[in-house]
């Protein structure tokens, strides 16, 4: 949710993204305002870059249809596995990377309330993907 929100926020996508963001997160003053007034399942669901992950990597509600599932906050690491596997593949590239200001502590941008409300929208990409956000 937090890296969906920074990727539209920055504005410098495609045409559909910039339009949506312009309509929708202008409204926000910041994440925790976003996450209060809009976060919902059924909102997640119907846009792109907020849908839970797990309708990407599941056959069915809670089983992976993949290998291997690399985590951002380890993705050079996870990077070079699958390229170490496959044998194929350059080093990785940094693009889209963020703004400055932006930590990757995803703890720190949610208070007690806003992470109830991630907690009840994601619980099943919480659940699959091993995520917590009462440790570091």
């Known amino acids: ?8 926020k920055q504005g410098d996508r495609n ?10 997160l202008s ?3 910041s994440c925790e305002d976003f996450v209060k007034k809009w976060l919902t399942k059924e909102k997640a669901n119907s846009e792109l870059h907020f849908k839970p992950q797990y309708k990407f990597l ?7 249809c993949v290998d291997y599932i690399g985590y951002f906050e380890n993705l050079k690491q996870a990077y070079n596995e699958i390229r170490s596997t496959l044998g194929i593949g350059k ?10 200001g932006y ?12 992470k109830e409300i991630v907690r009840e929208t994601y619980h099943e990409d919480i659940a699959i993907l091993g995520y917590k ?4």
Not at 1 to 8: D, E, G, W
Not at 15 to 24: H, L, R
Not at 133 to 136: A, R
């Open 27 to 29: 409204r926000f003053d």
């Open 15 to 24: 045409k559909q993204d910039k339009g949506w963001a312009q309509e929708n």
């Open 1 to 8: 949710m937090l890296s969906a929100y920074f990727y539209l």
């Open 103 to 114: 930590e990757y502590n995803y703890r720190n941008y949610y208070t007690h309330e806003s």
């Open 58 to 64: 599941c056959i069915s509600n809670s089983e992976p």
């Open 91 to 100: 080093e990785l590239a940094k693009i889209n990377t963020a703004q400055d």
């Open 133 to 136: 956000f009462d440790s570091t």
